[in-house]
């Protein structure tokens, strides 16, 4: 038997990656957005390009983000292979993250994000 709530589930995505008659379903623009998506997780990749930060580092480089929502999307960014987690047996802990080679791919496309937001800024201005 067929798990209703995943199929609707299934059928609703299918249903949200149609835009202008166009299937972008199959897209690696829609994979990408699926999984850097959202308010916080590249603006946490881009505090950990080419660097190594504690837990504590994060959120105070990212002052608007709760502690609830840098661990959840943090686990996220893990569990997607963009982040990974060090953890020394100390006492207190000490939890470190890096970014993975593959968020480091992903450089280019944050450098003409931050550009991009600059100028957009610029232009907006009153």
């Keep these: 038997m067929v798990n209703s709530k995943a199929h609707s589930a299934k059928l609703e995505s299918k249903k949200m990656t149609k835009l202008a ?4 379903g199959d897209c690696p623009v829609n994979t990408a957005v699926n999984v850097i998506g959202g308010k916080w997780k590249v603006i946490i990749l881009y505090h950990l390009r080419g660097q190594t930060l504690r837990f504590g580092e994060l959120k105070r480089s990212i002052p608007k983000i709760t502690q609830k929502m840098l661990t959840q999307q943090l686990r996220e960014l893990e569990k997607d292979k963009l982040v990974e987690r060090h953890v020394y047996a100390e006492v207190p802990p000490k939890v ?3 970014s993975t080679d593959l968020a480091e791919k992903l450089n ?3 450098d003409l994000l931050c550009v991009w937001g600059g ?3 610029k232009a907006h201005q009153s």
């Design 21 to 24: 008659g166009y299937d972008f």
């Design 119 to 121: 100028e957009y800024e």
């Design 96 to 98: 470190e993250y890096t």
């Design 108 to 110: 280019p496309a944050l």
